[in-house]
C-alpha cells in the first residue's frame, strides 16, 4: 500500500498499481467534538462561540454558531469559516472566510460538532440564510 502525495492510497499487487478505489488521506488533528467523534482535516464542523456584549445597558450573554472546514494554515489546526449559522449577536467576532485557529477558542471540543466532511458533505458549507 502506497499513499501519494494527493493523499490517494494506491495498492501494489507487484504487477500494477490500482488506484480506481476512492479513498483519501486526511490528518487526525487530536480533538475531538463535543460528543467524542475525532476531527480531522477537511471535516465540517459547527462551532458555537459564547461571549459577552457590552453597551449602555450593561452587559449581556451572546452566542454565534459558525459553519466550517479543519484546516491547517502556518502550522496551526483552525476553521476556515464558511458561513454563519445562527447569532443572537449585534456584532460577532468572526466573518466568512476568515480562518480562526483553535487555540483561540475557549473550550473548543466541548463548543464544537462534527457535522460532515468536504468530501462527502460539501452541501453544508453552501451559502444559507440564517
Known amino acids: 500500500m502506497l499513499i501519494g ?4 492510497v494506491y495498492f ?3 504487477v500494477a498499481t490500482q488506484n480506481d478505489l476512492d479513498i ?3 490528518q487526525f488533528i487530536g480533538m475531538t467534538d463535543m460528543h467524542g467523534n475525532e476531527i480531522y482535516v477537511g ?7 459564547q461571549f459577552y456584549e457590552y453597551s449602555m445597558g450593561g452587559v449581556t450573554d451572546r452566542e454565534t454558531g459558525y459553519i466550517g472546514s479543519v484546516v491547517k494554515n502556518s502550522g496551526s489546526f483552525g476553521i476556515l469559516i464558511n458561513r454563519i449559522s445562527y447569532t443572537d449577536a449585534h456584532n460577532d467576532r468572526y466573518h466568512a472566510k476568515d480562518f480562526v485557529p483553535f487555540c483561540e477558542f ?3 471540543e466541548s463548543d464544537m460538532a462534527l457535522k460532515g466532511n468536504v468530501h462527502e458533505n460539501p452541501e ?4 444559507k440564510t440564517l
Open 5 to 8: 502525495s494527493d493523499g490517494k
Open 12 to 14: 501494489d499487487d507487484g
Open 24 to 26: 483519501s488521506v486526511e
Open 43 to 49: 471535516d465540517i464542523v459547527q462551532y458555537s462561540d
Open 106 to 108: 475557549d473550550d473548543p
Open 124 to 127: 453544508l458549507l453552501e451559502d
